[in-house]
């Protein structure tokens, strides 16, 4: 059969089987499957338990679980209340104050987690009725929870960076290092944006009437000094390459734990629902590495991978048109799929073609995953659009949710673009950091 031919026949069987529900991880590892069988037949199937004996037992993907576990375990251990409070004493009484403040929890939530969900649930439960309850406009405060939570996947540790990473064959340490100061950058968007809007249109975020003293204000830190402590230490020792990012997770594992231990939040039923959601987001995650790494073996063997790389490298312009176009594409898909299956499904046909157009694959590593944030946010099918609407009050509609984010897309493709302009941006701490 004629590569192209093959071509179409899978990527079509791919949107057939999306399109009525079944999972990205099945669909790809269900067309890896038939697709080996008739191509090399029966003992071509080896490859798919040779792929989930590889992935299962990798070394670096042990990290996944270890963060996945570290941000259960702080998401019942009380901090939201506690980042809270102190965002509501010190930011209170600023207009906005308390929007800006949710972004700023969710960005320190995403040092901690790794993922986006521990924040936006922790915020749609705690921030998004504190605001509804002092007259902050519904939209404006889903808005910034939307956008903040998803912050998680950006600002590291992030489980979709190790995702890359493995894929790419970029080392997981740079990576986190490439993610900081754009993941701050695109915080710092967020709060002035809001700042700035709610300073003008004073109904969109008035300002609380509690005043605190600055024995109040002081007197709150203490609450937050050891989760804060911990993601200092576990970034600390990627970065001055003391320990791989996967020992590092260990670290964060047991310092969370002892963290919730010290403030008394630590029951054998958290601890036991923590472990529970820990192992069923560990299983998606590996099912879906499973499903894409087959998907994509089989893509490579079947020439299918080498057809689409030499079609993209063919065309007769400008590198940076063929990168901007990528960036399309993964918007697009961003729409409709889960990121981390567009990660381990694009990666290996795009970062070849980006490193023969000579572009550092750190670099576009961070522009993918800042597009990858973007999509956890944009309609119809944002996984956070989902996750905040489980948790909002009832008079929070899901239109409410979806004109929500517009304004937050739009600062997230400007981010996406001042990183794809100014490229030091991401590659300068990870230059001066201990490589590991």
């Known amino acids: 059969m004629e590569v192209w031919l093959l071509t179409l026949i899978v990527f079509a069987a791919l949107v057939v089987l999306l399109a009525i529900g079944v999972p990205i991880a099945f669909a790809m590892l269900a067309i890896a499957a038939v ?8 003992a071509g199937l080896l490859v798919l338990f040779n792929t989930a004996y590889a992935e299962g037992t990798s070394y670096l993907l042990l990290a996944v679980p270890l963060f996945i576990f570290m941000a259960n375990i702080l998401k019942f251990s009380g901090l939201a209340d506690k980042l809270y409070e102190v965002v509501y004493r010190w930011m209170g009484g600023l207009r906005g104050g308390l929007a800006m403040g949710t972004v700023v929890i969710c960005a320190i939530f995403a040092a901690m987690a790794g993922i986006s969900s521990v924040a936006t649930i922790s915020m749609g439960l705690i921030a998004l009725p504190s605001m509804l309850s002092r007259n902050y406009n ?3 405060a889903v808005g910034c929870i939307n956008a903040g939570g998803a912050l998680g996947i950006l600002i590291p540790p992030s489980i979709l960076m190790i995702l890359y990473g493995n894929m790419a064959e970029v080392s997981i340490g740079r ?3 490439g993610g900081m100061l754009p993941g701050i950058m ?3 968007i967020f709060v002035a944006y809001i700042g700035i809007r709610c300073f003008f249109q004073k109904n969109l975020g008035p300002a609380v009437t509690e005043r605190y003293t600055w024995k109040d204000k002081f007197l709150v830190l203490k609450g937050v000094v050891l989760p ?3 993601v200092i230490l576990v970034l600390g020792v990627i970065y001055a390459g003391v320990a791989t990012p996967t020992e590092a997770a260990g670290v964060g594992a047991g310092g969370a734990v002892l963290t919730a231990a010290i403030h008394r939040q630590l029951t054998w039923g958290r601890f036991w629902q923590a ?4 192992l069923s987001l560990t299983v998606m995650v590996f099912w879906i590495i499973i499903g894409a790494v087959t998907f994509t073996t089989f893509l490579a063997f079947a020439g299918i991978q080498d057809m689409l790389q030499e079609a993209i490298m063919s065309m007769d312009v400008n590198r940076w048109v063929i ?3 990528i960036q399309c594409v993964f918007f697009v898909l961003g729409m409709f799929l889960d990121p981390a299956g567009i990660i381990l499904l694009t990666t290996p046909i795009f970062v070849p073609i980006i490193n023969q157009l000579g572009f550092d694959p750190l670099w576009f590593g961070v522009l993918f995953i800042i597009n990858m944030e973007m999509a ?4 119809p099918f944002g996984f956070n659009l989902f996750i905040l609407k489980s948790v909002v009050p009832p008079q929070v509609s899901m239109s409410d949710i979806y004109r929500s984010v517009g304004p937050f897309v739009v600062l997230q493709a400007l981010a996406l673009a001042i990183v794809m302009l100014f490229p030091e941006i991401a590659t300068w701490l990870p230059e001066i950091m201990v490589a590991k």
Do not use: D, Q
């Not at 956890?376 to 309609?379: G, N, S």
């Open 376 to 379: 956890y946010i944009t309609p």
């Open 228 to 230: 804060i402590g911990l």
């Open 275 to 278: 472990l529970r959601e820990s």
């Open 323 to 325: 990168l901007i176009a």
């Open 175 to 177: 990576l986190f290092a």
């Open 186 to 188: 695109l915080a710092a």
């Open 35 to 42: 697709g080996i069988y008739f191509t090399w037949g029966p």
């Open 138 to 140: 519904k939209v404006m």
